[in-house]
Structure formats: structure tokens, C-alpha cells
């Protein structure tokens, strides 16, 4: 999948808080298209534990159970059905691509 993409156009109202255990750990913004059915995100960290902020660059966070769920930052709305492909981010390159955060599962 590649991650050099077209910005989505509605990529202003696709921004999702990343949480897992019930707590945010990041938000994902900058929606571009990755693949058929795939949209990249630039991940943003907002948790204040430095294990956290750790955390989600781990492979294990994205891959492993219990995944984590997505809450639409201007509904509420929360997606547990999206889920990572591809490579995980890092701080080098922030970005992950998601299945199922599109339009939809606003």
C-alpha cells in the first residue's frame, strides 16, 4: 500500500481520537487515499505518559488484541470494526493506514 496519496476531500471532518483500554492515546488527521478501501492518517500523540506516547508507534498497539477503537473527534461516534494495515508509525514517519474510517463509520 502506498502512503503517497491524494488528500481526501473531507478530510477536515475525519479526524479520530485513537483509544485503547478506554484511554486516548492519539488522534488521526490528514486523511489521504491509500488504496482501494484504505486511507492514510498522520498520527498525532496527545497522552501524557511517556509509556504511552510510546505506545502507539508499537506494532503491538495497532496489531494486537485488544485492538484499538476509534471515536469520531465531532460526533462521538465510536468505530471498533476499522482496523491497521500495512507498516506501523513511528515518530519518523507518523502515519498509519486504516480499513473502515471513512465517511461510513461517521
Do not use: N
Not at 488528500?7 to 483500554?21: F, M, Q, S
Not at 511517556?50 to 484499538?68: E, M, Q, S, T, V
Amino acid at each position: 500500500m502506498s502512503t503517497d496519496s491524494v488528500r481526501y476531500p473531507d478530510a477536515a471532518t475525519l479526524i479520530w481520537i485513537v483509544e485503547k483500554d478506554g484511554r486516548p492515546f492519539g488522534r488521526l488527521e490528514d486523511a489521504c487515499f491509500a488504496d482501494m478501501f484504505w486511507l492514510s492518517y498522520r498520527v498525532v500523540e496527545i497522552c501524557e505518559q511517556p509509556r504511552d506516547r510510546d505506545a502507539i508507534f508499537a506494532k503491538a498497539f495497532w496489531h494486537d488484541a485488544p485492538l484499538p477503537t476509534f471515536r469520531h473527534a465531532l460526533t462521538g461516534r465510536v468505530c471498533t470494526t476499522a482496523f491497521a494495515g500495512g507498516q506501523c508509525p513511528t515518530r519518523q514517519t507518523p502515519t498509519v493506514v486504516i480499513r473502515g474510517l471513512d465517511r461510513s463509520a461517521m
